[in-house]
């Protein structure tokens, strides 16, 4: 018999791999999910699944996963997650040293994870693509007649005791021609309030749905859209072709008195570029729920401190500019789920079985 070649550190890496995760099942045989930045409006759920799955052990923190927390998921055999950090090469080399390679997320964006080093280390991740159409769409659709009818302003007037009518004329719903960018099943249900109001409903998108097709909904062109619509909304992804989609050139298209309406992600819009249109008077309104440099500064607490971003700041203060910070998902029914959704998910990972909403890793 020929003499086989073995290679000492591919062995060691098999044992450890092998022996860590035998010793990720926790004593009584079962699986263990790990669960990081779990706040206090989703405890509920995370009860209610766990008492829906006994032979599961489920352990949480509300602390964020970093490399140096992924630590504190020791024994689990996969990870429950929230956007909210860059999930580095570090931080997932963390958590593949304790034999973790099993990620799923409560939330859809996944453009915060290092993809190459997943597909490096053999992860798979899952997310959450449809946990509330309506959550994020009523938010817009709100935001957009809140726009219109200058109700920011309105209510700095009366809070100083002025209750005068004249200048702060408000724009009518349905006398306005609303421009939907993608039409997924966010976009669908912000086309059907808006349709709602009375606004005529003109929509974009590469990957057209027949039905909406089939009724006439879109224009052949961003730029037509551009030319045609006094309202514009977002409802695409962040991808590398949409970064920066609404910027110089693409507002110069724009009608004048435009309103801007992105409740997607931050990434979409340059935000440099919107403020030049709210300064010149292009942009009539701009309502953003999401922000390029949001991360480390929304969901926190600025009261009594510095505030960090000057831009922001000035664009919170603009009467005609709506900030919430990442919040147009924010309710019970969207939250709950998440939570649920994303469980499932880990659940049937860690026991070998296919996922209902993998994410292609690499």
């Not at 890496?13 to 010793?23: D, F």
């Not at 949001?294 to 505030?307: A, L, P, T, Y």
């Not at 789920?337 to 890793?361: E, H, Y």
């Amino acid at each position: 018999m020929a003499d086989i070649d073995v290679n000492p550190e591919l062995v060691k890496k098999i044992v450890k791999q092998v022996l860590t995760q035998s010793a990720n099942s926790s004593s009584n045989g079962n699986k263990k999910i790990f669960a990081f930045s779990i706040r206090k409006d989703e405890e509920p759920y995370v009860k209610e699944w766990s008492d829906e799955h006994p032979n599961v052990e489920v352990e949480y923190t509300s602390e964020l996963l970093t490399p140096e927390t992924a630590k504190k998921a020791k024994g689990a055999d996969g990870v429950v997650v929230y956007q909210q950090l860059d999930y580095t090469a570090d931080t997932l080399q963390a958590l593949a040293d304790e034999g973790i390679t099993k990620m799923s997320l409560r939330n859809v964006g996944v453009d915060n994870i290092d993809m190459t080093k997943a597909k490096e280390l053999g992860f798979e991740i899952t997310n959450v693509p449809v946990y509330s159409p309506n959550a994020i769409a009523e938010h817009a659709a709100i935001q957009t007649a809140r726009i219109l009818r200058q109700t920011k302003v309105l209510d700095e007037k009366i809070a100083n005791g002025d209750l005068r009518w004249a200048p702060t004329i408000g724009r009518e719903v349905r006398d306005q021609t609303v421009g939907v960018i993608g039409t997924g099943h966010i976009g669908q249900v912000y086309m059907q309030i808006m349709e709602g109001f009375g606004a005529k409903v003109i929509a974009y998108d590469p990957f057209e749905n027949p039905e909406l097709k089939k009724q006439g909904y879109y224009v052949d062109s961003l730029d037509d859209l551009y030319a045609q619509a006094d309202v514009i909304s977002l409802h695409v992804p962040a991808t590398k072709e949409n970064f920066h989609m609404i910027n110089r050139e693409s507002i110069a298209k724009m009608k004048d008195n435009v309103v801007i309406v992105n409740c997607s992600r931050g990434a979409l819009v340059d935000t440099d570029a919107v403020i030049e249109g709210l300064d010149s008077g292009k942009i009539f309104g701009f309502v953003m729920d999401t922000y390029e440099d949001e991360v480390g500064i929304f969901n926190e607490d600025w009261r009594g401190k510095e505030f960090p971003d000057k831009r922001l700041k000035d664009l919170i203060d603009r009467s005609n500019v709506l900030v919430t910070p990442h919040t147009a998902f924010y309710t019970t029914h969207a939250v709950r789920n998440m939570v649920l959704k994303a469980f499932d998910n880990n659940c049937k990972l860690i026991n070998g079985q296919k996922a209902d909403t993998p994410v292609k890793v690499g």
